[in-house]
């Protein structure tokens, strides 16, 4: 396998599935090419300045900022749909809008929805 493409649409919070994308794509980053996409409540990964402290787990937003070698695709109409365009992101991502999100994960050579 020469890429990997994974998927998160779920909220990073009240489920495992973001810290395991988080985890497995931070584990790939060295074996082969590795991209992050955040689709639908996904998105809200990306958004800085987040407070997990009352949640009694560790901060993703700051987790997914320590991995700037891991390239992440955020899709645009699934930020604005959610208020989050114009909020203040981490700076580690690049925001594309559906045509490109699509490209991004037809061109890999598997996909991993989490």
Do not use: W
Not at 50 to 63: E, F, M
Request: net charge negative; glycine share 8%; with cysteine.
């Amino acid at each position: 396998m020469k890429s990997v493409f994974y998927l998160l649409d779920t909220a990073p919070y009240g489920s495992e599935k973001a810290f395991g994308a988080l985890n497995a794509a931070a584990v790939s980053l060295n074996k082969m090419h590795v991209v992050l996409g955040l689709y639908g409540d996904g998105v809200y990964l990306v958004a800085a300045g987040q407070d997990s402290n009352k949640l009694g787990v560790p901060n993703l937003s700051d987790i997914l900022y320590s991995y700037g070698e891991l390239n992440v695709l955020v899709h645009e109409p699934s930020l604005i749909e959610r208020g989050l365009f114009g909020e203040t992101l981490i700076e580690t991502m690049e925001l594309v809008d559906e045509k490109d999100f699509l490209e991004a994960m037809e061109s890999s050579d598997c996909v991993i929805l989490f």
